[in-house]
């Protein structure tokens, strides 16, 4: 049985809505003293989709995502470039911009859609590997995003580029509603598990 697009993005819709509430109430529930020694650099597994010198697309975290400034600060010690989207205004497409020291917090401005971005004159960049946001997860690697299809419209510009997803545990889902465009993750990285690389 075919379900109607309508059908599908109010699915989607519902989902993101019951999701987005239990990762608030499980960030919520985590000690704080915790949830500061998390994410703090990525998995020795992830290392064979990072290859030396690449360029790593990360995303400034807002509210309850899973947060990116460790990986951000690691990466760049270890001497990579890091990249973070910028958007002219809403509605543009998503661009990626140098994010020149991820130990200086002012080298970054609020975006139009509340996270913050490079500064307008940084550099433009192009991430060699892409860490991604996510509202949920399968176990084999499909992500539910915010909605707005700004990862969707690049990775599929893109499709040489390994996307890695970023996530809290409660965000896993057993299946979800996917779409012909919909490409699977590389790998999802959570405070207890890597899952992939695929």
């Not at 529930?29 to 010198?53: E, H, N, Q, T, Y």
């Amino acid at each position: 049985m075919s379900v109607e697009p309508g059908d599908l993005a109010a699915r989607k819709a519902a989902l993101r809505k019951a999701m987005r509430a239990a990762r608030r109430e499980h960030v919520g529930a985590i000690d704080p003293r915790m949830k500061a020694l998390l994410f703090m650099r990525p998995p020795a597994a992830l290392a064979a989709l990072v290859p030396a010198g690449a360029t790593i697309g990360l995303y400034a975290a807002v509210g309850d995502e899973a947060p990116t400034a460790a990986y951000a600060r690691h990466f760049h010690e270890a001497g990579h470039s890091i990249a973070m989207p910028w958007f002219a205004e809403r509605g543009a497409p998503m661009e990626f911009r140098r994010w020149a020291s991820p130990h200086l917090e002012e080298l970054m401005e609020p975006g139009p859609y509340g996270a913050a971005q490079p500064l307008a004159d940084a550099d433009a960049a192009a991430p060699d590997v892409l860490f991604v946001p996510l509202v949920g997860f399968t176990a084999e690697g499909m992500r539910l995003g915010q909605g707005g299809g700004h990862y969707d419209r690049w990775l599929e510009k893109f499709p040489h580029v390994p996307a890695i997803g970023m996530a809290w545990d409660a965000q896993l889902a057993e299946n979800l509603p996917t779409e012909a465009h919909d490409r699977p993750l590389a790998a999802v990285v959570t405070p207890a598990r890597l899952y992939g690389p695929y």
